[in-house]
């Protein structure tokens, strides 16, 4: 096109042709400033629902912390540290976008985000960075460094990750030169299109809900794991004697097993001396309450039944023990360990070896107790603890006193569910709508049940919708009916009543749902 003379046609052709090429460029230019701000709107729905979900859990391990304190309260006080931490410097990120884009009417029109000239002159000033170039990098250190200091070394593949996301390193550009490093602000920010900065920062945000989820499910499943190793707070070593009364210097003969105890192994059948006592078996353990009978030794014979391959399987079992004269003191078990709930009536066992349960003289201190055959139940009161006393006159004309204290405690948050799960339910928009919302208070001791009586439901970009009864009212259908898949649906402010009792819930946690379809 430059050599030789041209004719007035071929010339209009030559320009036409630069025409082209130019708007060609411009068009591709246009496509990729779209796409960064896509990729940005897309982060933004991701994080908010990272966010929604680390909410859930963050309540979750508060109550946890509550009810457990010994085990959840320290990895609770590392997670609203975090929490904390990342709140602040997620939300001096968005202040910061919110600056960058302030001059900007339409902050959907990614296409005219293309100067580079308001961070070149907001962070650096010549080859130096400003006053806000080097707060930014600094918040993203602090952050950094003190997410891994709460951690502590126990977490060390998470701290890992922590410092790869949030690094501040100089790094080489290979453009210029293969060993000489350049400044990590200049490299990720001196230059680029207004858009790609946002998404950059749109996507460190993403990292700090990333983190923030990551922690939680590490803090959890670290103490799920802990809870299932072989130690000494989950196995017992169980002695079992070959008898339960030895003469002066006789050898004392048995075995020594570890044992862990399995609240979801239930028997089909279990036989004691010839009797079925398959109703006493209770977080799978068998409770023997029988009459010691007379003074001397006595002999426990059964079987238990399970089935295995659709076949019954037999285990016998087998033990001795002895009834001696005098007793120095009661014998008094809580059948629910040693804690008893308010507003609720509690089973407990008393008993007094050589002493039949008529002749027993049981009060408690702390609550209300009744008594029911040969057992008891008591209503704690208001304070923090009750207190079983026991009273009997031997054969011998001696009196035994003795007593048992048990912890009061409320009764836990109860939690929404739908389909018998809690939580974060994945299941399809037709299900959710004529599935029942239900509550329940799972790994509770006691069997309650409850029954919901009103909720709350939001879907996403509709108004939040109060339903009577546990099942959608026409409302929330047609709510329901314009969610799309992948939204999340929050069911909450679930009010629920303990059938055929007075005691009033104090709350119940909520329930989410993600949509399938």
Known sequence: MAGGKMSARQKMINLMYLVFIAMLAMNMSKEVLSAFGFIKEE?????DATERKNSISYEGLSQKAQDQPEKFAPLNEKAKKVKSLSNNFYKYLEQLKDTMQASIEDKTDYETMDKTDFLESYFFQGDNKTKEGQEFVDNINNYRNTVISTLGSDYKALNERVAFRFSTDSVINK??????KLDWLDSRYKGFPLIASLTSITQMQASIKNTESEMLTELLGGQLEADSKLTTNNYKGIVSLNKTAYFAGENVTGQVVLGRYDSNLVPTKVTLNGRDITDNVENGQVLLNMSAGNVGKKSIKGEITFMQDGKPEVIPFESEYSVIAEPSGAVVSADRMNVVYRGLSNPISVSLPGVGSNNLDVTATGGKLTKNGSSYMIRPGSGNVATINVSAKLSSGKTVNSKATFRIKDVPAAQGSVRNQYGIVRMPKSGLSNAPIAAGLPDFEFDLKLQVTSFKIKVPGQLTIIVNGSTLNANAKRALSKA??????????????????SYKLKRVLPVSIELTN
């Open 175 to 180: 453009k210029i030169s293969e060993t000489k």
């Open 484 to 501: 799309k898949r992948g939204d999340i649906i929050n069911i909450y402010d679930i009010q629920a009543n303990v059938v055929n009792s």
């Open 43 to 47: 982060m933004k729905v991701n994080t």
